[in-house]
């Protein structure tokens, strides 16, 4: 079985390194594989659905060693200061822990940068999800003026002067001159390979571990449908959380957008700003609840600080506006949760941490 997959890998890549030949090859959506570069299989997590690998980005070890290397290469910005792990922290599950991150420039975005991990299961990228797969996502910091500020053809300048990267980029994809695209898609590998499984609730759904009674209350609050029965809209006094952010997938989001009755009118207007389209206005990409403990501040904007504050917006039910989500309680008086179901909420939330996965030294600088 395994030397049939590894035989179906190998013509894959042979075939795409054929298509990819002579000339054609500056053509931004063709960078050849090398031949003999190693074929990497993620391990798929229990319970998780199969992750979607872009036929053209096969992954290898020599492709996700370079990513490693690219995530952390400060050569990536303007002055040599700021590299994807400087706004991405490994301790907070790669978000940062300022309400908004600092480019080379001293300035700051309006928006909370996103921890990453399990990034493969998405269905685009962004708080806006204005990006449609890894590869196009990773192009955007390098030149984005408040962040890494350098366009992409100084930086590969800087790479191809580099005593280190002309060999791996050969390794990863074959001889032939670095790309952005090479170089956004051996970062896409590495990402893909950044999953986090690991949780004490992983484990409670393998049957290797018990939840507390407050644990396993907040579970059956997160996927109870919330709001006073008496309102005759289905409510059990639950805390309706499983509508957005998943239950089945053990993603814990169902990576669509929703809007969670944050503002009555939008600054941001999150998927609406980018289509364009009235229904999507002020609607963002719903995070995962993974490693919730480890990426606060919340929220595109960051504007809340802690769990309880985050409980108490959705407790309320949200502020009324064009979009907001059906699921959100805002005309039946919020979820009307007690001080215990708060603290319940909050013990389960807290079974989704990853601490191996903060700590797991194939994500950390390679240059430490
Ligand atoms: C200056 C800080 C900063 C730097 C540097 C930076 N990012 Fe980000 N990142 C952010 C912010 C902020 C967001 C959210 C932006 C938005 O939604 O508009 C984000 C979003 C992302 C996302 C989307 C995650 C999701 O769940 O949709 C990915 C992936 C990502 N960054 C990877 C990278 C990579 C790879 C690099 C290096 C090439 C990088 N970032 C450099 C701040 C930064
Ligand atoms: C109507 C869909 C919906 C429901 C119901 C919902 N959420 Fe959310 N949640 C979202 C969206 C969308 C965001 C991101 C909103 C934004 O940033 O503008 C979010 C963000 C969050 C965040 C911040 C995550 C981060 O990384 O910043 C937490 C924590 C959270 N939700 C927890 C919960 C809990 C707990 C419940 C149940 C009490 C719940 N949510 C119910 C859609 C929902």
């Known amino acids: 079985m395994k030397t049939t997959k590894l035989i179906i890998v190998l013509i894959g890549i042979a075939l795409f390194a054929w298509q990819c030949r002579d000339g ?54 303007e002055d040599n200061t700021l590299s994807c792990g400087n706004c991405h922290f490994p301790e907070h599950a790669f978000s940062d822990p300022n309400q908004f991150s600092l480019g080379t420039q001293g300035i700051a975005g309006t928006r909370q940068a996103m921890p990453l991990f399990n990034l493969g299961w998405a269905q685009d990228y962004f708080w806006d999800g204005r990006a449609l797969t890894l590869e196009e996502q990773i192009l955007e910091p390098v030149p984005n003026p408040i962040e890494m500020n350098i366009p992409w053809e100084d930086a590969i300048l800087k790479l191809e002067d580099d005593a280190l990267y002309p060999s791996k980029f050969d390794k990863a994809f074959g001889l032939g001159a670095i790309t952005k695209e090479k170089a956004a898609k051996a970062i896409a590998q590495f990402l893909r390979t950044m999953v986090s499984a690991n949780t004490k609730y992983d484990e409670f759904r393998l049957g290797l571990a018990e939840l507390t009674p407050l644990e396993e209350m907040g579970l059956d609050l997160f996927i109870r449908e919330g709001g006073n029965p008496e309102d005759g809209n289905g409510g059990q006094f639950g805390a309706d959380c499983f509508h957005c952010h998943g239950f089945g997938n053990m993603q814990f989001t169902d990576y669509l957008p929703h809007n969670n009755g944050l503002d009555a009118e939008f600054e941001d207007l999150g998927y609406g700003g980018v289509s364009g389209n009235p229904l999507e206005m002020g609607l963002f990409k719903t995070p995962s609840l993974r490693n919730i403990s480890f990426t606060a501040p919340y929220m595109h904007d960051g504007r809340f600080q802690t769990l309880e504050e985050v409980l108490d ?30 603290l319940a909420l909050t013990a389960f939330l807290n079974t989704l941490n990853d601490e191996e996965f903060l700590l797991n030294e194939d994500f950390s600088d390679p240059f430490e």
């Open 24 to 77: 054609l090859d500056d053509q931004n959506d063709c960078t050849t594989v090398s031949l003999s570069a190693t074929p990497y299989e993620i391990v798929i997590p229990p319970f998780f659905p199969p992750m979607d690998i872009p036929a053209d980005n096969p992954m290898t070890l020599e492709g996700i060693d370079l990513g490693r290397h690219l995530f952390w290469e400060v050569k990536l910005s």
């Open 313 to 342: 917006h959705y407790d309320s039910g949200g502020v009324a506006s064009t979009t907001i989500d059906p699921f959100m309680k805002y005309t039946t008086g919020g979820l009307q949760l007690t001080d215990i179901d708060k």
